[in-house]
């Protein structure tokens, strides 16, 4: 058995639950890792609430109506391979790994993955917490920016959100892509976001980024602070507005922009794989990247972390297995 956190229906950060849950199941390609941390990212905060925004009909549909299907969440994790799968070659027991977990489950002391999905090991001189803040945030501001938007050298990118949880990560990529990279954030978060690489720094609070006369060949909005219609102004001719927002207005502005001269409207669902958290784990050994923890609370204050990511924060907040663990019991005790 095991410790999880549990999420029995969706709700305010009250209704997670510590439980006593079987250890996974091993399937022959699979990989069972002793989880030494999991982060908090701003889907999973959905996820709890049930709060899928512009979609949630098609959300709740998918994950569940009344609360989620898979009620232990969490998919950035961190830890070391425990057992392997008979058919398993690509890791062995004791090997320290990060990733994600597609169905969840990190949230536990015990995931299993497929040893084949979005996994790959952990840098020797990275940390649990900060191998598990990077597999959401950096493989997303990697899909988006280089394979999306297709960053080269000496364009100038704007951020939006850059002291987010992809936002931070996306500042560092188009750095590492040779960009000339602007961030946009509040006045508190401009430090980090200069200590992170940005070349500017902007205070949403008192600057429009349509106002400041300068003009950017990527729009990236990891915030849902603008649209395609008010950042296309500031959009170079092969400009491209990249959102991780979905909505029926983007979709139709990709459609029309498709084959058109001028900015493009872009979106794409990205997802973990094993070839995008490879390359993170280069980005990270090389030092190309690095992972930004502001906060570190263990299984039983789960509902505190999550009401610290919720108030907002300059960094990742991560969850772990405590070492000396309050009883549960198998009806769940509210972590309040």
Do not use: K
């Not at 990529?173 to 990279?181: P, Q, S």
């Not at 980024?209 to 395609?228: H, R």
Request: some cysteine.
């Amino acid at each position: 058995m095991m410790n999880a956190v549990f999420t029995p229906a969706y709700g305010p950060a009250s209704v997670l639950e510590l439980r006593r849950l079987p250890i996974p199941a091993l399937g022959p390609r699979e990989v069972l890792v002793r989880v030494e941390a999991s982060a908090i990212t701003a889907g999973d905060l959905r996820m709890r609430t049930g709060d899928f925004g512009r979609l949630s009909l098609l959300g709740r549909a998918l994950m569940g109506l009344f609360g989620p299907r898979r009620p232990v969440q969490g998919r950035s994790f961190a830890g070391v391979v425990t057992r392997v799968g008979e058919d398993v070659d690509r890791f062995a027991i004791g090997d320290p790994v990060f990733g994600s977990s597609l169905s969840g489950g990190a949230w536990a002391e015990y995931v299993a993955v497929p040893e084949d999905g979005a996994v790959a090991r952990r840098p020797d001189h990275i940390t649990p917490a900060e191998a598990a803040a990077a597999p959401y945030g950096a493989g997303t501001a990697w899909s988006f920016l280089n394979d999306l938007a297709r960053v080269q050298r000496g364009e100038r990118v704007l951020v939006l959100g850059g002291a987010g949880g992809v936002g931070r990560f996306a500042i560092q990529v188009a750095r590492h892509l040779g960009a000339h990279v602007t961030a946009v954030g509040s006045g508190p978060s401009l430090p980090l976001m200069r200590e992170l690489g940005a070349d500017e720094v902007l205070d949403y609070r008192e600057t429009d980024f349509t106002a400041v006369g300068a003009t950017w060949d990527v729009v990236f909005d990891t915030a849902d602070a603008s649209s395609f219609a008010h950042s296309r102004s500031v959009l170079t001719e092969q400009g491209r507005y990249v959102s991780l927002y979905a909505s029926l207005g983007l979709i139709l502005q990709m459609l029309r922009t498709r084959r058109r001269r001028g900015p493009r409207a872009l979106f794409a669902v990205g997802t973990g794989s094993r070839e995008r958290t490879e390359r993170v784990a280069e980005l990270l050994a090389c030092g190309a990247i690095r992972s930004v923890v502001a906060a570190e609370f263990p299984f039983d204050r789960a509902a505190d972390a999550h009401r610290h990511a919720e108030a907002g924060s300059d960094g990742a907040v991560v969850v772990y297995p405590a070492a000396t663990r309050a009883p549960a019991v198998s009806l769940g005790r509210p972590l309040l």
